[in-house]
């Protein structure tokens, strides 16, 4: 059953730790993107890889840093340097670049207090 | 700048009727649209998408329209159910996705 998981759904930490957000997706797909969704706002794109050991921020990577060691697999670390850190964030991944519909996870809410 | 907008933060209708969620864009370049049905606490899910090439595109109850004189882009679900209650979020694609802020639609039964 192919598909994008998102762990844990619900994830809260103190403030000044980093975390780091997982997705795996089993589709083959070669793409995969990070957003971030807060209330009001439409979904905003952190980072994004097309290819394995390849990334490119998006317009809001400050404070966020990825790694895409293999095609599976692409985790979000959220440092203690992003001012906002919570909010619900969507992994995606595509078949390619933006001319393919991008399939999502469930989502991972952070909550830093 | 948000350069895909969707205006309506909400809409309500009738089981039965037409929805029409609209989005508008700012970038010319933009070439391809699609939207996502979300529902709550989960991930957006692609629903339609639409070419540049094109002005209409079909698929059942969905159909989406883009007029790109005017940068504008709807969607048409007819006859709406009760199942289609969700946010709907219009997206363009130029070198990246850009997402509107969404519409949530209300189906009453």
């Known amino acids: 059953d192919g598909g994008i998981t998102q762990s844990p759904k619900y994830l809260f930490r103190k403030e000044g730790q980093n975390v780091t957000l997982s997705c795996e997706q089993n589709?083959?797909?070669?793409?995969m993107y990070w957003y971030r969704q807060d209330p009001g706002q439409g979904l905003r794109l952190i980072y994004y890889?097309?290819?394995?050991?390849?990334?490119q921020k998006g317009d809001i990577a400050e404070g966020y840093s990825v790694s895409r060691e293999k095609k599976e697999s692409f985790p979000l670390t959220v440092t203690s340097a992003q001012k906002n850190p919570t909010a619900f964030y969507l992994c995606?991944?595509?078949?390619?670049?933006?001319?393919?519909?991008?399939?999502f996870g469930p989502g991972t809410r952070l909550t830093v207090t | 700048d948000q350069q895909v907008k969707q205006n309506s933060p909400s809409l309500s209708v009738q089981e039965g009727r037409i929805s029409i969620l609209n989005c508008d864009y700012t970038?010319?370049?933009?070439?391809?649209f699609l939207w996502y049905k979300k529902y709550p606490a989960e991930g957006p899910t692609f629903l339609i998408s639409?070419?540049?090439?094109?002005d209409k595109n079909e698929d059942g109850r969905f159909t989406v329209f883009l007029n790109k004189s005017a940068k504008h882009l709807s969607l048409h679900i007819v006859p709406s159910q009760p199942g289609d209650s969700a946010v709907y979020f219009c997206?363009?694609?130029?070198?990246?996705?850009?997402f509107g802020t969404g519409t949530s639609l209300t189906v009453i039964p």
């Open positions: 995606a991944s595509s078949y390619g670049g933006p001319r393919y519909e991008q399939y």
């Open positions: 997206a363009a694609s130029g070198n990246q996705f850009y």
């Open positions: 639409i070419s540049s090439i094109k």
């Open positions: 970038n010319s370049m933009f070439d391809y």
């Open positions: 589709l083959n797909h070669d793409a």
């Open positions: 890889s097309q290819i394995v050991n390849d990334f």
